[in-house]
């Protein structure tokens, strides 16, 4: 076997290494099962259960395929710009006006599902029919057979994107789904931030900021409210490396935004997000004021005891008069 044939045996063995250098999960197991089953879940609708607030009627035999039609059997680092085309035209990411909310840096903190299931008041990307089917899962192309025909890697999926692996499967999804988001947000729109993201609430290399900021429209964009919000996952409160709306990398966003013609507002702990956050994380040092025995609800109580003894002995002192 001369050296020409041997590398080219080894140089798919070489392109797969050199790709899976940044190496993540695989494809989650039952994948198919897993979106089919989402899916049927969002066709409820359809029998009067509840529904997402964007439902559209979709075929889910067809939107699992087209999910997977693109990158099926393909190399991970090199999904086509086109893949996912087909599957995000089925039901396009679509919000109320007004309500658009995007996020970075706090994904372990639940916000995009906090905020999903609570209100009303903001959509958020995993409430379209492509964020709710894709949300928390792993998956990627097998370009070597993987035993299960699906043409999927179960083992191993690269990351993200990076310089080995330029046109990540997942990142390239997450990428267009975000755009489609942004592209249609009209009236005000908001961002939630973690202040303590280490580097920088917002974070230059983020979806956020590559893709959904530079995509929003001037012309129908009302505002932008960034909602900078605590860590609640530390145990103990670290100010050191606490970001507010008037230092870091909040201030660059809000003049990055406004040199963007954009109307800006920044709102440090603002109510809306702690409540929704605080009943998650309810020991967190940053939940005090939300906290079942604080202070003030404490205070709260007792002056409402007091305003009830007060009218209480009010009306004992009225008939105790009239009886007089
Ligand atoms: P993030 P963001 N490397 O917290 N969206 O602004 C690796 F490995 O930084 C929703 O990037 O916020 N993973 C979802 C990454 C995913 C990298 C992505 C990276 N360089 C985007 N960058 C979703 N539902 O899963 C991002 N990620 C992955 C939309 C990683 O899984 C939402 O509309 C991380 O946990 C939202 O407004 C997750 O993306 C914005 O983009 C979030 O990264 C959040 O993306």
New binding site residues.
């Given amino acids: 076997m001369g050296i020409y044939t041997i590398f080219i045996y080894l140089s798919p063995m070489l392109a797969m290494t050199v790709a899976y250098i940044n190496t ?1 999960p695989g494809t989650t197991s039952n994948i198919t099962d897993i979106l089919t089953g989402r899916c049927e879940e969002y066709r409820k609708c359809l029998l009067g259960e509840p529904c997402l607030p964007f439902y559209r009627n979709v075929k889910c035999r067809a939107a699992v395929e087209s999910f997977f039609k693109g990158i099926r059997n393909m190399d991970p680092c090199a999904t086509p710009d086109n893949a996912y085309d087909e599957f995000l035209n089925m039901v396009p990411p679509t919000t109320v006006r007004g309500t658009t909310m ?6 372990g903190n639940n916000i ?1 599902q906090d905020v999903a299931q609570v209100t009303p008041e903001f959509s ?3 409430e379209t029919f492509p ?1 709710y089917m ?3 899962l792993s998956w990627c192309g097998a370009t070597d057979g993987d035993g299960t025909g699906l043409g999927l890697n179960f083992t191993v999926c690269p ?3 990076s310089e080995t692996c330029p046109n990540n499967t997942k ?1 390239a999804f ?1 990428a267009r ?2 755009k489609m ?1 942004a592209t249609q947000a009209v009236g005000d729109v908001y ?1 939630v931030l973690n202040a303590q993201r280490a580097g920088g609430a917002f ?1 230059n ?5 590559t ?2 900021a530079p995509n929003l429209n001037q012309d129908v964009v009302t505002n932008v409210a960034i909602y900078l919000i605590p860590d609640f996952q530390l145990a103990i409160p670290n100010e050191m490396y606490r970001e507010t709306c008037t230092n870091g990398s909040v201030l660059y966003l809000q003049n990055f935004l406004m040199n963007m013609n954009f109307n800006v507002t920044c709102e440090e702990n603002p109510k809306e997000i702690m409540w929704l956050q605080c009943a998650r994380f309810a020991n967190s040092p940053y939940c005090g004021p939300y906290a079942k025995g604080n202070p003030v609800v404490a205070a709260s109580i007792v002056v409402i005891l007091l305003q009830a003894f007060f009218a209480m002995s009010l009306s004992g002192w009225n008939t105790i008069s009239t009886t007089l």
């Avoid at 995007?102 to 994904?107: E, P």
Wanted: net charge negative; charged share 5%.
């Fill in positions: 993540g995007f996020w970075s840096g706090v994904m995009p958020v990307l995993e964020g894709a949300g928390n990351t993200w994107t990142a997450w789904a975000s988001l961002v974070n290399g983020s979806i956020f900021a893709i959904e």
